[in-house]
């Protein structure tokens, strides 16, 4: 091992340090391949007045589209209150009809 002449900045032995220089270089790349890409479709590519009205729809588009899952959202917390509401009545339902069937069988039978 050779000696250094200066003291190091950092206590790690520079024989176990691995940097992923290929994680870099393909993080890079990717930046550099998006820039081209981004500029190519943006401003290279030749578009058609009908591709350039559409591509401002979808914008619209996507706006009723979150609009449209709230109002369902909505609806569906209705049908669930509408549908415990339901349950609630005919179960009170119920319950009335064994009290009338109890008094009508204890006025009948005058057993009560």
């Not at 005919?90 to 009338?100: A, D, I």
Request: with cysteine.
């Amino acid at each position: 091992m050779e000696r250094l002449w200066e003291e190091p900045h950092f206590k790690i032995p520079v024989g176990r340090v691995v940097l992923p220089i290929l994680h870099y270089l393909i993080g890079i790349g990717n930046q550099i391949l998006n820039f081209f890409v981004d500029i190519f479709v943006n401003d290279i590519e030749v578009k058609s007045t009908k591709e350039l009205c559409l591509r401002d729809q979808l914008g619209d588009l996507d706006e009723n589209i979150n609009t449209l899952v709230e109002v369902r959202k909505i609806w569906v917390k209705h049908q669930i209150m509408v549908m415990e509401n339901k349950k609630v009545r005919e179960t009170e339902k119920q319950n009335l009809e064994v009290n009338l069937n109890g008094i009508l069988i204890c006025g009948i039978m005058k057993i009560c």
